[in-house]
């Protein structure tokens, strides 16, 4: 049973965070992968596990989240939800999911919560996926937003840089966040947008807001499970770091390597003998004595 420390009391929903903002209560949304990262993540009493397209970049390698396929993120997806009993399980739409049309979106968004578990769905863009998320949300799945900087756009930014410094930005980025509440949206992610511009869109809409890189004016944040532990070589600045279990996976790995090459593991204690007379007789007939 999850320990819940500090979480929200009974399975999280869509409705349970509409209600925590209202409350004031600061929501904890945190990414996984897996069924074990789910598992802990639920232990420890996150709030929402968001199973991320940046699985592409934390394990499968790529250099964006852009290589990352349906497939990869409907397995990723029901690994989490087998790991996960109180969470709100949120799965990312990976690349050209949603953006060929509406159709496709609705049957791609239907997947995860058919044949995944999963409680939602995310899709990155303002008041050009506005009607899409209205579509969705009439048809049965809720969706989160995801404005500022947005991952999947990341050739038509030029990297992964600041949005919404300038007054136009800014009024811009309100405007997406509006357009998406208005469609249906539960919550909005804000990626890498100034502090004092999500701390205001934060109190401008109803529904909460989940910071990254974005201040501690969100109604809620949300981490890389990789970026937090550690296990993610260099992180973003904007990341935070509450343990280096990389480093000590390393040791272990070692300390393991290194008992193989000196012949003490496995010791005794992780041995099974046969019975004298087991071996004796595979001694007879295959004519070599047993290794002791």
């Known amino acids: ?8 009391a009974a ?18 949304m945190v990414t996984a992968y897996d069924t074990p990262s789910a598992r802990l993540a639920d232990e420890a009493g996150v709030d929402v596990i968001l199973v991320g397209d940046s699985l592409g970049m934390t394990v499968l390698g790529y250099p964006s989240t852009l290589p990352v396929t349906m497939d990869d993120m409907l397995r990723a997806t029901a690994a989490v939800v087998r790991g996960a009993s109180r969470p709100l399980v949120v799965a990312d739409m990976p690349f050209l999911s949603y953006q060929v049309t509406h159709e496709e979106a609705l049957r791609n968004a239907g997947r995860f919560l058919a044949e995944t578990g999963a409680q939602a769905v995310k899709l990155e863009g303002g008041r050009t996926v506005a009607p899409l998320v209205e579509r969705l949300v009439a048809t049965g799945v809720p969706v989160m937003g995801h404005v500022g ?33 208005a469609a249906g949206a539960f919550a909005i992610v804000l990626e890498l947008v100034p502090a004092e511009i999500a701390a205001l869109i934060s109190r401008e809409l109803a529904v909460p807001t989940i910071g990254i890189g974005a201040g501690a004016g969100c ?34 790995l070692s300390a393991y390597a290194a008992d193989v090459r000196a012949r003490v593991f496995p010791a005794e204690a992780q041995l099974t003998h046969a019975d004298a007379d087991v071996v004796a007789a595979v001694e007879r007939s295959s004519g070599h004595p047993a290794e002791g």
């Open 219 to 252: 109604d809620g944040q949300v981490q890389v499970f990789h970026d937090l532990l550690g296990l993610g070589g260099r992180a973003p600045r904007h990341a935070g770091h509450y343990a280096d279990i990389g480093a000590e996976i390393v040791r272990a």
């Open 149 to 181: 900087l947005t991952p999947q756009s990341v050739h038509v930014f030029g990297g992964y840089t600041v949005q919404a410094r300038d007054e136009e930005g800014a009024l811009e980025l309100l405007a997406d966040c509006r357009a998406l509440e």
């Open 11 to 28: 399975r999280v929903t869509t409705t349970t965070l509409k209600r925590a903002k209202t409350a004031g209560e600061r929501v904890v």
């Open 1 to 8: 049973m999850s320990a819940n420390p500090g979480g929200f």
